[in-house]
């Protein structure tokens, strides 16, 4: 069996990626690492670099700056990279997720044990959406709880936003891959960076979705959508925490919540009576 991991990157010490401790998580699974590295305006690309690692491969890109529809220029990066992979295997990290050290082996043997099951074309994962600080994660139903991370890489996909994947059928069909959901976690840090950083990053890259920017003065959400978190983080990640992240977040009781918000409370009670999962899902389980 041979892993390939991938991603993309641009401008990742600007705006607070914590993208070296990304791959590091990840490259005890994998044979080859393949980054897209956009042309940066700070030392992203050195710091790939000094990781070292001869599993790297490091492909320099330029990005499309009139692209503004719906973050495409994301899907374009993130298939620049998966396109080089060589692996059975292809497994996809943004810039912002890491994987927990104790998880490797359950991951790895998640990967052997389904690589001649064609039933099988993708591995989901548990996700862990930390939000305001490392010490809160959403629980909302608008935030996907379980998203594949890993594609076989022997058929036919692509990715419309960058986020998810579509295969692509013989009848010239698109659908979500099927997925057996792994025992493990991404920890998803993109919303607990400096409340600085997150205005940095929203004024360079809302204008590849087509949004206006508003600045904010703090992280804002409903209170009902959060949790505190009661595990532990990688250890990988721990010094970026402490230097990156923002610290003293609290949930404010006299939020207003938004309509949306109010959408996400009526599916959490519904969860709660009926144990149903109502987040969105980018893949048909395979039981």
């Known amino acids: 069996m041979k892993v390939s991991g991938f991603s993309f990157i641009r401008n990742g010490t600007l705006l607070s990626y914590p993208f070296v401790e990304s791959i590091q998580s990840v490259l005890p699974l994998c044979d080859e690492f393949v980054i897209a590295v956009g042309e940066s305006e700070d030392d992203t690309l050195d710091k790939i670099r000094s990781i ?11 990005w499309n700056e009139k692209m503004n529809d719906r973050g495409f220029v994301y899907a374009q990066q993130k298939m620049i990279a998966q396109y080089h992979c060589l692996g059975d295997w292809a497994f996809y990290l943004e810039g912002d997720e890491v994987v927990h050290e104790k998880d490797i082996p359950i991951i790895r043997e998640c990967m052997q044990k389904n690589l001649d099951n064609s039933d099988v074309e993708a591995i989901a994962f ?4 930390f939000f305001g600080s490392p010490k809160w ?12 991370r890993i594609i076989r890489n022997t058929i036919r996909t692509w990715a419309p936003d960058g986020l998810y994947w579509v295969v692509m059928t013989k009848q010239k069909r698109g659908r979500y891959p099927r997925a057996v959901i792994v025992d493990a976690d991404i920890y998803h840090y993109g919303f607990v960076r400096s409340v600085d950083s997150m205005n940095k990053k929203n004024l360079r890259v809302n204008k590849y979705w ?7 003065q703090s992280y804002e959400m409903d209170s009902k959508g959060l949790n505190i978190f009661q595990g532990s983080h990688p250890a990988i990640i721990q010094d970026w925490l402490a230097s990156e992240a923002e610290q003293q977040f ?5 939020y207003k919540i938004t ?9 959490m009670r519904l969860e709660k009576i009926f144990g149903w999962d ?4 980018h893949f048909k389980e395979v039981k």
């Open 210 to 216: 087509g949004s206006k920017t508003t600045e904010i």
């Open 137 to 148: 994660k959403s629980v909302s139903p608008g935030w996907y709880r379980r998203e594949p």
């Open 52 to 62: 070292g690692s001869p599993k790297l491969k490091i492909i320099e890109t330029k």
């Open 126 to 129: 548990n996700y862990h959406h």
């Open 278 to 281: 109502l987040s969105k899902r």
């Open 259 to 267: 309509h949306k918000e109010h959408k996400y409370r009526l599916l």
């Open 250 to 254: 609290i949930p404010d009781p006299n």
